[in-house]
């Protein structure tokens, strides 16, 4: 069985790439594996530990609905989120990673989010990237 791999952020751009992620893996017959990545530090204390629980949990209760079979990677070890991403779709041999991007004003628009970037150049597989809605 193939594997999807997401990059799930708690942000509009991080719901249409789950969305889009639950998607393709049903079209592939393929099981997902959504990676949530945070650098740490002095503003990862407790009360983010908290938040960022009860906001897996809310995505574990939509993935037990959608059909698919599902793997959650929530990591904080100080790599940047894109190095998580690219490495954990490296080990899992994924056919395909899912990321979201988020609208820019004009001037914006000439740079891509360092993260996106660096996931579309180094990744080793096709890499889709979705706007939210």
């Avoid at 799930?8 to 049903?26: H, N, S």
């Avoid at 070890?77 to 004009?106: C, K, N, T, Y």
């Avoid at 891509?112 to 990744?123: E, I």
């Amino acid at each position: 069985m193939g594997k999807v791999v997401v990059g799930y952020v708690p942000k509009p751009e991080g719901e249409a790439a789950l969305r889009t992620a639950v998607a393709e893996a049903r079209l592939r017959g393929a099981s997902l594996v959504v990676v949530n990545s945070h650098r740490g530090g002095a503003d990862f204390d407790a009360d983010a530990s908290t938040q960022v629980d009860r906001e897996m949990s809310a995505v574990r209760k939509t993935l037990d609905g959608s059909g698919v079979e599902y793997e959650i990677r929530q990591l904080v070890r100080g790599f940047e989120p894109a190095e998580d991403l690219i490495s954990i779709a490296e080990a899992s041999r994924a056919e395909l990673i899912v990321i979201g991007l988020r609208r820019r004003s004009p001037v914006g628009k000439l740079i891509l989010g360092s993260n996106a970037q660096r996931v579309l150049l180094d990744a080793h597989c096709p890499v889709l990237a979705v706007k939210a809605d």
